[in-house]
């Protein structure tokens, strides 16, 4: 039967016969060393002695196989410094959907090798057919990593490598974070959007400040925000008022203040800090956990990888930013003369 179909090959024209013949190795997969006929010997079918293949015949037999792209999520973590897209925030846990073949998802080292340093392919899970990663993630989590003079009044304008943030301003700040909890309308952090816009309403489900650490001589904190969804600078611009509020710069009223229906200016905090630490697909987990065609979106097999991003290459752009480029020192400077008040009318 071999012998037969690679005769079938052999009355095509030269460059037909190598092209089909390549197709039909690859389909049956042997080695391509395989002698192939010459247009000068005589095949016939193995149901007739006398019957010669005409050319219809030989593209029945070598007609390729087709297939089909199936839905798969991509899971990426990578420094968002010098690039555009996905709002320039850096991210260790950024889920896109796409249709591949299945071929094309073998080799993660493969697939990094054509990737620049800054970003990396974590993993590559199949999802059904009408998962959506932005429609179907659940919550997200972010990160705003500071210099923690900036959350004290006694913390000065610059980075001091004496500076130790007190436990009491500590927690202050979490006292005046954990105000946002829960459901607020924050039509006045983000841009363009009226008081009576429903989707101005969003929902904190966690916010906190951590534990401080020292870096490069500088001491540090994360703030860590889990919501349901945000909006365009939504974060940016909760932390600038927490900072205003608790470096002196403005009168704690303002925060419930700012969740009203008046206009308040507030402006936007550094974006050097900013990071997608976490994105939940909960409730898609949960519906499809049974189904053995299906992976869930989870995150705990690659926390190494993640922070090796994070401290290979995020927290030095971030620790250059602020002790050599003085990101937040500068911008402190500014929001000591701003007035949260001042707005434009319409």
């Not at 010997?41 to 089909?68: A, C, M």
């Not at 073998?106 to 990396?120: A, C, G, W």
């Not at 932390?239 to 704690?252: D, N, T, W, Y």
Request: glycine share 4%; hydrophobic share 40%.
């Amino acid at each position: 039967m071999f012998w037969v179909k690679m005769g079938r090959i052999s009355i095509l024209g030269v460059h037909s016969r190598s092209f089909y013949k390549n197709i039909f190795l690859r389909s049956i997969s042997i080695p391509s060393q395989i002698p192939i006929a010459t247009d000068h010997e005589k095949f016939y079918n193995p149901t007739s002695n006398k019957e010669k293949l005409n050319e219809e015949n030989v593209l029945k037999v070598v007609k390729p196989l087709k297939q089909k792209k199936k839905k798969f999520a991509i899971l990426m973590a990578y420094c968002g410094f010098g690039y555009h897209g996905m709002q320039g925030v850096s991210a260790l846990a950024q889920v896109i959907s796409v249709y591949l073949f299945s071929s094309c998802t073998d080799s993660m080292e493969k697939i990094n090798s054509y990737l620049p340093p800054e970003i990396r392919v974590l993993g590559i899970k199949r999802a059904t057919n009408g998962f959506n990663s932005r429609n179907m993630c659940h919550s997200r989590t972010y990160s705003y990593t500071l210099p923690t003079f900036a959350l004290s009044r006694s913390g000065g304008t610059a980075p001091d490598s004496s500076f130790r943030l007190p436990r009491e301003d500590f927690h202050l700040v979490n006292r005046l974070l954990s105000f946002y909890k829960g459901s607020h309308n924050f039509h006045n952090f983000t841009n363009s959007i009226l008081p009576t816009d429903k989707s101005a309403r969003r929902y904190i489900i966690d916010i906190h400040c951590t534990e401080p650490f020292v870096q490069s001589g500088v001491e540090f904190t994360r703030i860590l925000i889990k919501g349901h969804s945000f909006m365009l600078h939504q974060i940016r611009k909760m932390v600038c008022l927490v900072i205003a509020v608790a470096r002196g710069l403005a009168s704690p009223d303002l925060l419930p203040y700012s969740v009203q229906m008046d206009k308040v200016n507030i402006p936007l905090a550094p974006g050097l800090g900013l990071v997608l630490e976490f994105t939940h697909f909960d409730s898609y987990n949960l519906r499809y956990h049974e189904s053995p065609l299906h992976d869930p979106i989870t995150w705990e097999e690659f926390l190494p990888a993640r922070e090796a991003i994070r401290e290979e290459r995020i927290m030095p752009v971030i620790i250059k930013g602020e002790i050599n480029d003085l990101s937040m020192c500068l911008w402190l400077q500014r929001l000591s003369i701003h007035n949260f008040m001042n707005v434009k009318k319409n």
